[in-house]
């Protein structure tokens, strides 16, 4: 096998037996009038990349990413260079990161910034350089210790104001590296045990800031869309923006819902108890389809690994309702997943992206194929027929009521309602992965 600095570029060659190859990516080859990486639209996540080390609770570092620096800044240099070299050698167009992802946490509020500011101007000459785009970024509100009650729905309005200046900051940031979006993910948002907790307070605090949020990114004029990302559990027990529907429900409540998109993610999903397409349906019928963190979860586990995707069933379910969905817009798929911590050489990160890359590639092909056969399609509209005529056309008219819908049910002798068919559909979608 290769080794990482003999990797110069991976590209599409389906035949080819070097496993530094995507199989099924091709960038540039057009996929229903558009090229592949225009629907994928693939971003590399900081912080698992770049930032992650193999750390878990029972172990330290698996691997080393100071990139041979020492001096703080001069690390976080190294680390862009290196995002920025990967990115190359993998050609993703995109990345997210979070604040303290690229660059080193100063001792106040103040010096943090100060390198903050920094690392953006560096960032912005390695975008330029290397013809990179920012997906989104966002600010993490949820490791220092002065987030350990929330941030927005801290019961301290000291780390109130900290958490706006870091999204300040952040809002700047986006505007100057041109980000396509800024996502607000909750952290530590949500509560342990109510005997402690003003649950409605603190709800209203946080739209409190978000609508400040919203306010300064009119007044800056930053363009790039706002998306929240849901997620039921950890760290806190009970997360205020649990799922897609829970934070519709929020976003209506206050006022907020034409000013979000949702970011879904497929691990947030499943710890939700819902399947991922299950929160893409979701977020698109109420008109928040965003964006996509691209990862899989561990059915067996009940926490967040954020593995890097490679079950095809799954990233066709996805591609196909991005498909529906009409495509991104500012959105994309980005990789927050991470290599596992045994999996630990530069080379394995190579390979994980590879092997999330070409999933998500096989699942857009297969998603077109179930869209052009047309068969599972026709069923579903099959199955709602009795809507478009007679009584049903009136129900979805408004042009019936009770007292016209108690008539038509005493004229009504036995009603058979047709067979959903599941394992037949089941097949259909298996032949159109597998063939027959
Ligand atoms: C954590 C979240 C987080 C967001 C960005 O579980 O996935 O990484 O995507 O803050
Ligand atoms: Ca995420
Ligand atoms: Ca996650």
């Not at 205020?240 to 998109?261: G, Q, S, V």
């Not at 959903?420 to 089941?426: F, V």
């Amino acid at each position: 096998m290769k080794t990482y600095r003999e990797v110069a570029r991976v590209v599409y060659a389906p035949q080819s037996s070097d496993p530094f190859t995507f199989k099924h990516y091709d960038p540039e080859a057009v996929v229903l009038g558009k090229p592949m990486k225009e629907h994928l639209r693939f971003a590399m996540s900081y912080w698992h990349t770049i930032g992650g080390a193999g750390t878990d609770m029972f172990g330290g570092d698996t691997m080393d990413k100071k990139f041979g620096a020492t001096d703080p800044l001069a690390i976080y240099k190294a680390k862009a260079d290196f995002a920025f070299g990967l990115m190359d050698k993998l050609q993703l167009e995109y990345y997210c990161f979070h604040d303290a992802d690229i660059a080193p946490e100063g001792k106040t509020f103040r010096e943090s910034l100060g390198y903050f500011e920094t690392m953006v101007d560096y960032l912005a000459a390695l975008q330029k350089k290397h013809r990179k785009k920012l997906l989104w970024n966002t600010a993490n509100n949820f490791s220092d210790k002065k987030f350990m009650a929330g941030a927005a729905t801290s019961p301290n309005a000291d780390v109130f104001a900290i958490a706006a200046a870091k999204v300040k900051a952040g809002l700047d940031a986006a505007k100057r590296l041109g980000a396509a979006g800024y996502v607000f993910w909750g952290g530590r948002e949500g509560y342990d045990t109510l005997l402690n907790t003003d649950m409605g307070f603190e709800l209203d605090n946080l739209a409190r800031f978000l609508q400040m949020a919203v306010d300064y990114k009119r007044k800056i004029g930053f363009t790039g869309l706002f998306y929240i990302e849901p997620k039921p559990k950890e760290p806190t027990k009970h997360q205020y923006d649990f799922d897609a529907a829970t934070c519709m429900n929020f976003l209506r409540k206050y006022h907020l819902e034409t000013e979000f998109k949702l970011n879904i993610e497929a691990n947030h999903a499943t710890l939700a108890g819902h399947t991922f397409q299950h929160e893409l349906r979701t977020a698109a019928i109420n008109g928040a389809f965003g964006s996509i963190d691209a990862n899989q979860g561990d059915l067996f586990l009940g926490w967040d690994t954020d593995q890097f995707p490679t079950n095809v069933y799954d990233t066709t379910l996805c591609m196909l309702e991005v498909l529906k969905a009409g495509g991104f817009t500012s959105g994309g798929l980005n990789f927050d997943a991470k290599a596992r911590r045994q999996s630990n050489t530069f080379e394995d990160i190579l390979l994980s992206y590879i092997a999330g890359m070409d999933a998500f590639a096989l699942g857009l092909r297969m998603a077109v194929r179930l869209i052009e056969d047309g068969r599972i399609e026709d069923f579903v509209r099959h199955r709602y027929a009795s809507y478009r005529s007679g009584i049903g056309a009136q129900i979805v008219a408004g042009t019936t009521d009770f007292d016209a819908l108690f008539k038509h049910a005493l004229t009504l002798q036995d009603v058979e309602v047709e067979s959903g068919r599941q394992e037949y559909l089941e097949t259909i979608f298996n032949e159109i992965m597998f063939g027959k």
